[in-house]
């Protein structure tokens, strides 16, 4: 017994013909023109590599900081838009990336939406972000979490810009028919709970006496850069580095185990050095954020991104990614591996290291 490819090319015929022409008014079609293209033996993505340097983005952002408020604009975004995929606000087919900014003295208005988001603060701080009530201040490196339904306001008392990337669901909820929005008649929502309230409460190794079980999103909602960098030091000293990956985490939610929120993985790796990755393919499309150091991506057979702190990227599904490292490097990164996992979809091919 042995595999081969489904379903080859028919033959087209004037009988054929005429009856596909026919059945179209019934809104009728032929399987087997298409079924190769549906069914196919590996993914065939429209989701090209690609790459964006900071310093492009930020001047672009900079200067659409004179053209419109955050207000305005209710959230001052420039949508990270991949080459394969222009005018429908994707960075992979199924996820959205955006770098938003928030000026001094600046507040994106509250309001909430059934699409998840996740922010990792590129440059600035001192500014907040307010989810249910609390807020919390958003420095360099921070993963912050948006869970889904939650009012949220963004505001920069700080003295200078902040830029963040924005990962969300967007294209998951609209291929679902599930989005829902509104806004909140006041800019700011009302504050409730003190900074810290719910990292105290959740993210202390503790839990409020009579908490029963978790939700599908974290109810921390600030994994701070400092504390996650101190725990990739001390793994660097224990020497647990993966050949695919070098030193690499995921965000989790404390109460499950399980990933940080329910459609979006969040992930942080430590390269030291020095270190090349062997090659690795998944089927999560990954969209990567340098933090710290300098290196050189390789996606494909031929796509080469060269990085330093800030420069962001993105892998395709099953498209081969090694990393070098010429800078001791943090990557962050984000994909839709949370579904694929609840689908039993999730394959990765690590090239049998
Ligand atoms: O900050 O709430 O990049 O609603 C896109 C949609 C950010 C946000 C985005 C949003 C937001």
Request: aromatic share 10%; hydrophobic share 40%; glycine share 6%.
């Amino acid at each position: 017994m042995q595999a081969i490819p489904i379903a080859q090319s028919t033959v087209d015929t004037p009988e054929r013909q005429a009856f596909y022409d026919r059945i179209s008014r019934q809104n009728l079609t032929p399987l087997w023109l298409s079924l190769a293209d549906l069914v196919t033996p590996e993914p065939r993505s429209q989701c090209q590599p690609a790459s964006w340097h900071f310093s492009d983005i930020r001047s672009a952002m900079l200067e659409a900081g004179t053209l419109i408020t955050a207000k305005e604009a209710e959230r001052r975004v420039l949508v990270l838009e991949n080459p394969g995929l222009r005018g429908q606000s994707k960075i992979t087919t199924d996820l959205y990336a955006g770098v938003q900014l928030v000026l001094p003295g600046e507040v994106a208005p509250a309001h909430r939406h059934t699409q998840s988001a996740l922010r990792f603060v590129l440059e600035g701080a001192g500014a907040y972000t307010a989810v249910n009530g609390e807020r919390t201040i958003m420095n360099e490196g921070d993963f912050i979490i948006t869970p889904p339904w939650a009012w949220h306001d963004h505001g920069n008392p700080s003295d200078k810009p902040i830029f963040w990337l924005d990962g969300l669901d967007i294209p998951v909820v609209q291929f679902l028919d599930a989005s829902f929005a509104e806004h909140l008649d006041q800019d700011e929502q009302p504050i409730f709970r003190p900074v810290g309230d719910s990292d105290a409460r959740y993210g202390a190794n503790l839990l409020p006496l009579d908490h029963k079980s978790g939700g599908a999103s974290s109810p921390v909602f600030n994994y701070p850069y400092a504390r996650t960098r101190d725990a990739l030091e001390r793994l660097r000293r224990a020497n647990a580095w993966d050949p695919c990956h070098g030193l690499k985490m995921r965000y989790t939610n404390p109460i499950t185990g399980n990933h940080a929120m329910a459609t979006m993985g969040t992930f942080v790796q430590l390269l030291p050095k020095g270190f090349s990755t062997s090659s690795y393919r998944s089927t999560d499309a990954t969209v990567f954020a340098a933090i710290e150091g300098c290196g050189r991506t390789h996606i494909g057979d031929d796509f080469i991104v060269d990085w330093k702190k800030r420069d962001l990227f993105v892998v395709p599904s099953w498209q081969k990614v090694r990393h070098e490292a010429v800078e001791d490097s943090v990557l962050f990164s984000f994909s839709d591996r949370p579904i694929q996992e609840a689908l039993h979809l999730f394959r990765e091919d690590r090239g049998n290291v």
